[in-house]
């Protein structure tokens, strides 16, 4: 309950219990204490202290809510995946019981002023200023059934516990040498010369005979072959399908939009890079350089010998901009149009706009389709559910899904499509329902025979629907006159593929065998191009991450093939770059720091397990399968 009012993300409480979430099982683990006798209302018992029934069930609720959201219906959640949740839920409520026990067994106490600190920091509980808003707070402790007593307590007790964990760590410092291998490894630099070989840079092969084509397009029959099709009628009810048969006034919608247009409106956003200098002369020789037509990656190169800074906001409002005389600047320049110096408190800077996005303020009559569509859907929900009975009685008297009447307000069609949801002309199926109950109605209608009757099916966010199987085409293979031009571009494909791939094999055979690439290119026509410096843990823009990773496994010298969407390349070990962490004092920093939380949540494990065993936790297992298992099994 707790969780559900603060952000606990960042606690020490809430990592250590992420990490023994996701080592479930691993040490105590909760099918080795299984027993089948106990409390009806307690799931497990910790140190004399029960877990009810009552606390697992809603924990295990919110849990596997989250679980659910990667199913598109959740009451088909797999028992595998509802027994991972419910072991991890219970790993954490032990965990969480263990450790507040032990605060108690040392008399931790919070102190009173750290308990209101906590509470007033909750964002659940602030008002429209920002600040500490107490009826807020007794609204929000009395919608989850808490009083401030209660909810203070807990408080307390997450308070105390901060303290153990908090010493738990205190150790948690990375050598040095750990430190500096760690740095080493992140941060070493590679460069390698490569060798583009193009699949443009080869000419097709003329046509061949049409025995040949054939010959190929049989030994690639799965790509030539149609897949199966089936034409089916479906009828999707829904709050858009409801909504539309809705009447709905003129002054309601009116209304609606004046009390939801600001839902609408955007400010004007803006791309702006800009370079800070100290000085003016400086800050003006810039601009000079970057009027001349300088890239935004050599201005970055020239402010970093300069010392000056560089900095570039994606899609910002004019608000969102820290220096006023920037913001102004920048809000008021053309497009692709360097600006400045401009004077302000950090220095002078040069700006930039590379992109503009205008405000929005649309009007009744520019919405008014939206505005509708939206109002229909709102009043459709409380319509679905009673609809749908009618629906299911309607089939379960026999009605086939093209005799709905159309008072119920579902949307039917008809038509023909392969399991991905394509027609024969390989367009989507106009299917009137959302992409996530289009997958699920697809795949019913590739499970169901022609002999099914309809049966309505409940889809997430109040769309129910039914499917009806017409006729099943099967698979066949594609005459050969209809899709000779398709197999003869895929043969011409082919061979330039291979012919390339040849071409870069010859060289990379010769770079092996002892020469630099740049010798052994020399005279073919390809240029021998030089990467930029190449980290393990950031990508080079135009070098196939693919590469990077065969880099960091080569020794100078050695030299490696990677295929592209564009053809070949080969590329030569040229240099390693040993990290300096004298100029790189940002980056040790995050490694060190990293390094420390890493160790902090090992240690946090550790304890944790070691807590939880020392309490010797037991299990009610018929309560517990009895709340895990799906209701009405």
Do not use: C
């Amino acid at each position: 309950m707790l969780g559900t009012l603060r952000n606990f993300a960042n606690t020490f409480v809430a990592r250590v219990f992420f990490f023994l979430l996701a080592a479930a099982f691993v040490g105590w683990g909760v099918a080795g204490r299984l027993n089948g006798g106990g409390d009806a209302a307690t799931v497990a018992t910790v140190n004399g202290h029960s877990i009810t029934a009552q606390d697992f069930e809603q924990a295990f609720k919110d849990n596997l809510q989250q679980a659910a959201e990667r199913y598109p219906d959740p009451s088909q959640i797999p028992a595998a995946v509802r027994q991972k949740v419910a072991g991890e839920t219970l790993e954490r409520l032990v965990t969480q019981q263990a450790i507040d026990d032990e605060a108690r067994r040392m008399g931790l106490v919070a102190p009173e002023q750290a308990i209101q600190d906590e509470i007033r920091s909750m964002g659940a509980f602030k008002g429209m200023d920002g600040n500490f808003d107490h009826r807020e707070y007794l609204q929000v402790l009395s919608q989850h059934s808490l009083t401030p007593q209660r909810f203070q307590n807990e408080i307390s007790m997450d308070v105390s516990k901060n303290q153990i964990l908090n010493a738990v760590t205190a150790g948690a410092h990375p050598s040095e040498m750990l430190t500096n291998m760690v740095f080493d490894y992140l941060y070493e630099g590679r460069t390698a010369d490569i060798v583009l070989f193009n699949y443009a840079g080869h000419t097709p092969p003329p046509a061949p005979t049409d025995a040949v084509l054939q010959r190929y397009a049989d030994n690639n029959v799965a790509h030539y072959t149609s897949p199966e099709y089936r034409r089916i009628k479906v009828v999707i009810l829904s709050p858009d399908t409801i909504g539309r048969t809705l009447t709905i006034s003129d002054a309601d919608m009116r209304a609606w939009f004046a009390a939801h247009k600001p839902e609408f409106q955007a400010p004007e956003k803006r791309s702006i890079q800009v370079i800070t200098a100290d000085t003016q002369a400086q800050a003006q020789a810039l601009a000079t350089q970057w009027k001349a037509g300088a890239s935004w990656e050599t201005m970055q190169a020239t402010a970093a010998a300069q010392k000056a800074t560089a900095t570039e906001l994606k899609d910002t409002i004019k608000a969102g901009i820290p220096a006023p005389e920037l913001a102004q600047a920048a809000f008021a320049a053309p497009l692709n149009t360097v600006t400045g110096p401009i004077t302000e408190p950090l220095g002078y800077q040069v700006a930039i706009v590379t992109s503009i996005t205008p405000a929005k303020n649309p009007t009744f009559d520019d919405l008014r389709d939206t505005v509708r569509k939206r109002i229909g859907e709102e009043r459709a929900v409380d319509l679905v559910d009673e609809r749908a009975q009618k629906l299911q009685d309607l089939f379960a008297g026999g009605n086939r899904i093209d005799e709905v009447p159309a008072d119920i307000g579902a949307a039917g069609a008809e038509g023909t499509l392969d399991a991905q949801g394509n027609t024969q002309d390989g367009t989507k199926a106009p299917l009137p329902a959302p992409d996530d109950v289009k997958a699920l109605l697809i795949a019913d209608a590739f499970k169901a025979s022609k002999s099914d009757t309809a049966q309505l099916v409940e889809a997430p966010n109040h769309v129910w629907y039914a499917v009806a199987v017409q006729d099943i085409i099967k698979p066949a293979v594609k005459p050969f006159a209809s899709i000779r031009t398709q197999v003869l571009a895929d043969w011409q494909a082919e061979k330039v593929r291979h012919a390339t791939e040849t071409e870069a094999a010859h060289l990379l055979s010769v770079v092996n065998g002892g020469q630099m690439i740049a010798t052994a290119a020399w005279g073919t026509g390809h240029q021998v191009i030089r990467t930029p410096p190449l980290t393990r843990n950031r990508p080079a823009k135009g070098v196939p991450a693919e590469l990077v990773q065969l880099i960091f496994t080569m020794k100078k010298g050695e030299a490696t093939m990677v295929q592209t969407g564009e053809g070949f390349l080969v590329a030569q070990l040229a240099q390693t770059i040993r990290p300096d962490p004298k100029g790189h004092a940002d980056e040790l920093a995050d490694v060190r720091h990293g390094l420390g939380q890493s160790l902090a949540d090992d240690m946090l494990v550790s304890y944790g397990t070691a807590v939880r065993d020392a309490a010797n936790p037991g299990v009610n297992g018929a309560v517990l399968q009895k709340l895990v298992q799906p209701q009405g099994e």
